[in-house]
């Protein structure tokens, strides 16, 4: 089993930033390709960006959807059990709320076959 908790979510202006953090809890975790999902009102829950999971310490490749290719990034910190997603040039399109999911590999998880979800948090981002 994996808990996954986000924070960092909040209200930004356009063009600003901000850092998403998913805490994970259980064993495990550092096996576990690590994602974000985003869903807006109205509209169905869309990828965002994936890192798998690796034997270093920060973490393996990375993936990302279109709409946010170069101006956000995953990290994630095994020794702390986190994974981060910062978030720059926010645009109000980018308004959703967003998920930290956990899946046996990358492929997986950005196909929505996705064994553990967080609760969401929600980000805002006015014009």
């Known amino acids: 089993q994996v808990q996954l908790v986000e924070s960092g979510g909040g209200l930004v202006q356009a063009g600003g930033s901000l850092r998403l953090s998913c805490a994970a809890s259980?064993?495990?975790?550092?096996?576990?390709?690590m994602g974000w999902f985003r869903q807006a009102p109205g509209k169905e829950r869309e990828f965002v960006s994936v890192?798998?999971?690796?034997?270093?310490?920060?973490?393996?490749?990375?993936d990302y959807a279109d709409s946010v290719k170069g101006r956000f990034t995953i990290t994630r910190d095994n020794a702390k059990s986190t994974v981060y997603l910062q978030m720059n040039r926010l645009k109000p399109e980018d308004t959703a709320v967003y998920y930290c999911?956990?899946?046996?590999?990358?492929?997986?998880?950005?196909?929505?076959?996705?064994?553990?979800w967080g609760q969401g948090t929600q980000v805002t981002v006015s014009s």
């Open positions: 259980g064993r495990a975790y550092r096996t576990y390709a």
């Open positions: 999911a956990a899946g046996r590999d990358s492929g997986r998880v950005k196909a929505d076959m996705v064994d553990f």
């Open positions: 890192i798998s999971w690796s034997v270093s310490w920060s973490g393996g490749s990375t």
